[in-house]
């Protein structure tokens, strides 16, 4: 029987709650999806490198391969020489042994490389914490590089923009971020109702924050009601003091939730706010939050980093705006017209959110990947 081949050079997580780790649970879900719906089984090789070494090694001798109609990989955080869990490279040429079989018979092998964080010196903190470790790590990231370039048939990444920094020189393709449901067309307020906005998130940018809270507070000292619900991480909260002021404010609720919680204040809120620092990684990663806001009916508003800017201007869900505060009130006051509200909300509405389900994003790397075999 034909399969498919998913493969993680890492131990998957049992109750992942951040998005790395999520990400590859709910891609096996949708490959077990799509598989179902196709006629294919599916194969699905993680751990560390000891149970690894034994999937692979049953695979390898019962020849499976030559029943593979493709292999999806992705990286892990770090190099996957490393990923066990004290990251001793016990078997450092296992993983490239098995992806030189799948070669050989002809497996086209996609990876989605998540990040390149690593690049960044304000970003990149190396196991243990410890700089001087910094260009090591590096050259290990750059090999990994140089490895997966020998196999990789299509590199997928959260964004266009990010390969500007990956510089793959074969086919890539942007893989965005999966979605869960579709927006509950909340009911727009009535005119004399105050517009609510969401952020959720962290808030290490503090240039981004600070920015909302400037602009949102001089809107309410104007003399137009506008509220805003900040949730964050209570821990990461405490470290930020100059954020504490705003929680005095009237319309100002900081909030520390999360699942259903969440989604209650998705309810009664109007927009969204990815306010952003406009640097060098900003430009390039593409926020999960912003597919989440679109799934749960929130137009969004947000500064002009590239890939979520041509997002959001491509599909017409939102407004984007400079990351300083004068342009900032210029695109809260546009977010504020019900006219121009009402057209972005419509668009949410229309929006093909099929097209970005985690079941969709599975069926595009099996489509390209299977293309001309």
Not at 44 to 70: C, H, L, M, P, Q
Not at 76 to 101: C, E, G, N
Not at 174 to 190: A, D, H, I, W
Request: charged share 30%; with cysteine.
């Amino acid at each position: 029987m034909k399969h498919i081949l998913v493969y993680f050079p890492y131990k998957l997580q049992e109750n992942p709650k951040s998005g790395s780790g999520v990400r590859p649970k709910k891609m096996v879900a949708a490959f077990t999806s799509y598989a179902e719906k196709e006629g294919f089984e599916l194969v699905v090789i993680s751990g560390d490198s000891k149970e690894r070494a034994k999937a692979t090694e049953e695979y390898r001798e019962k020849n499976r391969a030559k029943d593979a109609s493709f292999c999806y990989m992705e990286n892990a955080t770090i190099p996957y020489w490393l990923t066990d869990s004290d990251h001793v490279p016990r078997a450092p040429k296992m993983d490239q042994r098995f992806w030189t079989y799948l070669k050989q018979q002809n497996v086209p092998i996609g990876l989605f490389y998540r990040d390149v964080y690593w690049k960044f010196d304000d970003m990149y903190v190396p196991p243990g914490g410890k700089k001087i470790f910094t260009p090591l790590m590096r050259a290990i990231y750059y090999r990994e590089l140089a490895v997966f370039k020998k196999f990789v048939d299509i590199m997928y990444l959260p964004s266009l923009e990010m390969n500007d920094f990956v510089n793959w020189k074969g086919q890539y393709k942007e893989l965005p971020p999966g979605m869960e449901f579709e927006p509950s067309g909340l009911t727009v307020k009535k005119e004399d109702e105050p517009m609510h906005a969401v952020f959720v998130g962290g808030i290490t940018d503090q240039k981004g924050v600070m920015l909302m809270l400037e602009a949102f507070k001089k809107v309410n000292d104007g003399g137009r009601e506008l509220r805003l619900s900040l949730v964050c991480r209570e821990q990461e909260y405490k470290k930020y003091p100059a954020m504490h002021p705003f929680a005095e404010e009237g319309w100002c609720s900081i909030l520390h939730v999360s699942g259903k919680e969440l989604e209650a204040i998705y309810e009664k809120t109007d927009f969204a706010v990815i306010p952003r620092e406009m640097n060098t990684y900003h430009h390039f990663s593409m926020p999960v939050k912003m597919f989440e806001y679109l799934a749960n009916g929130q137009p969004i508003l947000a500064t002009n980093c590239k890939a979520q800017a041509r997002v959001i201007n491509e599909e017409e869900v939102g407004v984007t705006t400079d990351d300083d505060l004068d342009s900032f009130m210029v695109g809260l006051q546009q977010m504020l017209d019900r006219s121009v509200y009402e057209k972005l909300r419509l668009n949410i509405e229309t929006y093909s959110f099929q097209n970005h389900s985690w079941e969709a994003r599975a069926r595009q790397v099996a489509e390209e990947l299977m293309k001309g075999r």
